[in-house]
């Protein structure tokens, strides 16, 4: 059987069904999830599904295999190379080397929402959520659809600090460093709240939720990437539940790292730890996302409210567009055809802006957006190609070479904490010059640092540097014998490993031997 999936600014259909669309979502992510729900559930043991892709800029033969959305040459490929290499549970090869690693230099992407695998759920975080249009990530930062923690009430406080070399723990069994990266660690922060934990960087800081035991409290911890010290702790009231964060959004210009609770957004100066907002939800808002460069509440309908000046402030959206961030006391949305506008509080939409396009190419989804750059696809001929605009003057910067392959469905990508580098698909993208290059055919990224990413080929976690090239190892372990990545500084990797409720975020440098 083959699933006909549509997908267009208004909404998104499987075989001539609607597909559910949630709030803050959007057609394009809710269909790739849909289409590979129900190839895994109608279809449990075809290991290829094929499906017609359809969108307004054309219709493409795709197919789901192993819980990938894929053009249908690459995942016959992919199928094939599965039928003839079969690697024992036992043996640990480097990728690449004694199991066939597929070719980064040829096909296409990953094109649609990859979901963790569900036999290793509480092993894998992907670090970025699906939001906005298409597959947008903001910045880096996951809209608020995040594990909920809650802290019951308690009169007991504090912060946990990090421990000594002699006290460093070892990672739990059967939760390894991933390949390229030593075991031993360079500190360790323990009590963490959530066993895969929001990270906030800044300035050389590590900021995330801990719990310490036996208090009930969850407290904002920073400690210096290089030495796991605290440098400033803040515990959040008692009863608290978080809902998003913590995030490092550029609120009013200035940097602050901000957690959604289900009744209020708290911020606070990313480098002193000082609380600097504090501001109740409104009561009639389904959820609250944060941005690279902005909070708004979601309510019914085109409904928003965004963080301004201290308030939440009314916006209403045009329909088919959805929010990016904040710039001034202006709410910046954008639609899938290469519209942006510039909303006011309160205000009419007015007019959008039309962005300036490749000759002959056709606007598709927005990307990512930072509080410098947006990034948006144009399609031509069965390919696509990233331009860069200035968040302000809305000028292109940059252009990428076209990819193949790519024709409007792009899954979850990274973008680093200093926002110099970004992975759409399986590709790095420089977000100063626009140089684009492939780093495997099977990627599906779990964490990015400053200079480096990580990603699932379906078997091990891989490694890949700033520039799109696989970091060799001489030992890989499988994924669900690796510890959960959370993200990394520009040295180590950061790994969460638990023992029952107990987590430890751990700071691993490269192994001495790769």
């Given at each position: 059987?083959?699933y006909?999936l549509?997908?267009?600014?208004d909404?998104?259909t499987?075989?001539g ?17 849909a289409?590979?729900a ?5 279809h ?6 094929p ?27 992919q ?9 024992s ?14 070719t980064?230099?040829?096909g ?28 947008l ?8 659809a ?13 912060a ?6 002699k006290?460093i723990?070892?990672?739990?069994d ?12 360079a ?10 934990p ?8 590590v900021i995330?939720?801990?719990?310490p035991?036996?208090t ?18 803040s ?10 964060g ?8 200035a940097?602050r ?32 996302t ?23 402030q ?10 990016l961030?904040v ?28 962005l ?12 990512l ?11 031509r ?11 302000t ?22 973008v ?19 140089a ?12 990015i ?9 379906g ?14 190892a ?14 990394g ?15 430890t ?10």
């Amino acid at each position: 059987m083959q699933y006909h999936l549509r997908v267009d600014a208004d909404g998104a259909t499987i075989n001539g069904v609607a597909v559910p669309v949630p709030e803050g979502s959007d057609p394009h992510s809710a269909a790739s999830r849909a289409v590979i729900a129900a190839a895994r559930r109608e279809h449990p043991h075809d290991r290829l599904v094929p499906v017609l892709a359809e969108t307004p800029q054309g219709a493409w033969r795709m197919a789901v295999v192993d819980g990938h959305l894929l053009p249908l040459e690459d995942a016959q490929r992919q199928q094939e190379t599965a039928s003839v290499t079969r690697v024992s549970p036992m043996d640990s090869p480097a990728p690449g080397t004694a199991r066939a690693q597929p070719t980064p230099t040829r096909g296409g992407p990953l094109l649609g929402y990859d979901p963790p695998d569900r036999a290793s759920v509480s092993r894998r975080q992907v670090l970025l959520g699906a939001g906005g249009i298409g597959v947008l990530a903001l910045g880096g930062i996951g809209t608020s659809a995040l594990t909920k923690r809650s802290a019951p009430s308690s009169s007991a406080s504090g912060a946990p600090t990090p421990t000594t070399r002699k006290q460093i723990p070892a990672l739990p069994d059967g939760q390894d460093a991933p390949g390229g990266w030593s075991t031993d660690a360079a500190w360790a922060l323990e009590d963490i709240a959530d066993p895969r934990p929001s990270l906030a960087m800044h300035d050389g800081l590590v900021i995330t939720l801990t719990q310490p035991a036996g208090t009930g409290i969850l407290t904002l911890t920073a400690v210096h990437a290089e030495t796991g010290e605290r440098a400033w702790s803040s515990p959040l009231p008692q009863g608290t539940t978080v809902t998003a964060g913590p995030s490092l959004i550029t609120l009013e210009g200035a940097a602050r790292v901000v957690v959604a609770t289900q009744d209020a957004v708290l911020a606070w100066d990313a480098v002193t730890g000082k609380q600097h907002v504090k501001v109740a939800v409104p009561s009639d808002a389904a959820s609250v996302t944060t941005s690279a460069f902005g909070v708004w509440s979601n309510h019914s309908g085109q409904r928003r409210r965004a963080l301004i000046g201290g308030t939440f402030q009314p916006f209403t959206l045009p329909k088919g567009t959805s929010p990016l961030g904040v710039l001034g006391r202006q709410l910046v949305v954008a639609d899938t055809k290469g519209q942006v506008w510039k909303l006011s509080a309160g205000k009419a939409a007015g007019k959008p802006t039309k962005l300036q396009g490749p000759k002959g190419w056709s606007p598709g989804t927005v990307v990512l957006a930072t509080d410098a750059l947006l990034v948006t696809g144009w399609n031509r001929d069965q390919q696509l190609a990233l331009r860069a605009f200035d968040l302000t003057t809305l000028k292109p910067r940059w252009t990428t070479r076209p990819q193949r392959g790519w024709q409007g469905f792009l899954p979850v990508i990274g973008v680093s904490p200093d926002r110099s580098w970004a992975i759409v698909a399986n590709r790095t993208v420089d977000l100063r010059t626009g140089a684009i290059q492939t780093i495997a055919a099977k990627w599906s990224t779990v964490g990015i640092s400053d200079t480096h990413a990580w990603g699932d080929d379906g078997r091990v976690i891989l490694t890949c540097t700033k520039t799109g090239h696989l970091v060799h190892a001489s030992h890989a372990p499988t994924k669900v014998d690796t510890a959960l990545i959370s993200g990394g500084t520009a040295d180590h990797v950061l790994v969460t490993g638990s023992i029952a409720n107990n987590s430890t975020l751990y700071c691993l440098p490269r192994a001495t031997r790769p």
